[in-house]
């Protein structure tokens, strides 16, 4: 989803990184918002049910507009690839980006080897 919720230790790091709301980190648009413990929990156990599960992600730079979840299958063809996410710009145009959920980590080494490559 793009959402992460971050406790803080105290009151002063709260205002800290409120002052960074509704500025950009990287290419990326960043709401920062207070919320309550139950927000904060319900997203820790999501995380929790996750826990058994290898996380494996790797990050696509400079595509071209036109590239495809298909491109990106076929590009990474020795990889088990799980999930595609394109990433578009405030207008809503492709950003060059993609994240890619792998099946695991020798998955992410395979898809190391295909750097500088053209897709």
């Known amino acids: 989803s793009g ?3 971050v406790r803080l230790l105290n009151k002063i790091d709260l205002e800290r990184a409120l002052q960074f709301n509704k ?6 648009f960043v709401v920062i918002e207070e919320t309550n413990s139950e927000t904060y929990n319900k997203h820790i156990r ?8 290898e ?3 790797i990050r696509l730079k400079g595509l071209v507009w036109n590239t495809t979840e298909e491109d990106i299958k076929k590009f990474l063809h020795d990889c088990k690839v799980k999930k595609i996410v394109m990433t578009t710009n405030e207008r809503g145009k492709p950003s060059g980006d993609a994240f890619v959920q792998l099946e695991c980590e020798a998955d992410v080494d ?5 750097n500088r490559e053209y897709i």
């Not at 500025?23 to 990326?28: I, M």
């Not at 999501?46 to 599960?53: A, G, L, Q, S």
């Open 55 to 57: 996380i494996a992600f």
């Open 46 to 53: 999501n995380v929790e049910n996750t826990e058994t599960e």
């Open 23 to 28: 500025k950009h980190l990287h290419d990326r």
């Open 3 to 5: 959402d992460a919720v």
């Open 110 to 114: 395979k898809a190391r080897k295909h």
